[in-house]
C-alpha cells in the first residue's frame, strides 16, 4: 500500500481547499502590496488642522485598554462553556446519573473560574485616564 492514496472520496475537497487557502493568501498579498503602493502618505497635515472651530487638536496615542480584551476573552471563554451544556440537555435522560454528576463538577469548575476572576478584578471595568 502507497502512503499516498489519491482514490479517497474527500481528496479533491481537501486540494480545493488547499487551492483556496492559497488564492485568499495571495489576494491579502496582493491587496496589501497595491493599498501601500497608491495610499497617499501626505495627509497627515490634513487630519491636524482645525475643522471649522473647537480647540486644537493634540495628537494622542490610539490605545485600547487591557481591560477590554480581557473582558472579551472571559466573555468568549464562559460562552463557549455554556454552549457545551446544550447537548448534554438534550441527552439528559440517556446519560443519567453518571451525566448529572459530571455536569454538576462542571458548573462547580465554571463557579471557581468565575470566583476566581472576580477576586482578581477581572470583571471591573477601569477607567482610561
Known amino acids: ?3 499516498m492514496d489519491f482514490s479517497h472520496p474527500y481528496f479533491g475537497a481537501f486540494v480545493m481547499f488547499l487551492l483556496t487557502f492559497g488564492a485568499f493568501i495571495a489576494t491579502v498579498y496582493l491587496a496589501r502590496l497595491v493599498s501601500r503602493r497608491l495610499a497617499r502618505l501626505d495627509t497627515e497635515k490634513l487630519k491636524s488642522t482645525l475643522y471649522e472651530c473647537g480647540p486644537e487638536v493634540t495628537k494622542q496615542p490610539n490605545t485600547i485598554s487591557v481591560q477590554f480584551y480581557l473582558m472579551a476573552l472571559l466573555f468568549i471563554l464562559f460562552d463557549v ?3 457545551f451544556m446544550f447537548p448534554w ?3 439528559f435522560k440517556v446519560l443519567g446519573w453518571f451525566g448529572f454528576i459530571e ?3 462542571f458548573i462547580v469548575l ?4 468565575f470566583i476566581y476572576a ?3 478584578g477581572a470583571l471591573e471595568w477601569h477607567s482610561i485616564k
Open 118 to 120: 472576580w477576586k482578581k
Open 1 to 3: 500500500m502507497s502512503h
Open 81 to 83: 462553556e455554556i454552549i
Open 89 to 91: 440537555a438534550v441527552d
Open 103 to 105: 455536569m454538576i463538577l
Open 110 to 113: 465554571l463557579t471557581i473560574g
